[in-house]
């Protein structure tokens, strides 16, 4: 990935995020699923791991709530 931004001002969030995460849909197990994992792996600083997450519960949500 390129890191192409000069320096922006940009609300704050978590300083992990370098760009919003998707969000479980409330109901969905498998978003459910998907973020209980996240937590976990952010919670075990496996950085990694959350991103992982991330791209599953981005595709999961193209295929399964677009
Ligand atoms: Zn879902």
Redesign the pocket.
């Known amino acids: 990935m390129t890191t192409t931004q000069t320096a922006q001002e940009k609300p704050v969030e978590l300083p992990l995020n370098l760009e919003p995460e998707p969000k479980p ?1 409330p109901g ?1 197990a ?2 459910d699923n998907v973020a209980e994992s996240r937590d976990r792996a952010r919670a075990n600083g496996d950085a990694s791991g959350v991103s992982d997450c991330n791209v599953r519960m981005r595709r ?2 193209g295929a ?2 677009a």
């Open positions: 849909v969905c498998c978003c999961h949500l399964d709530h």
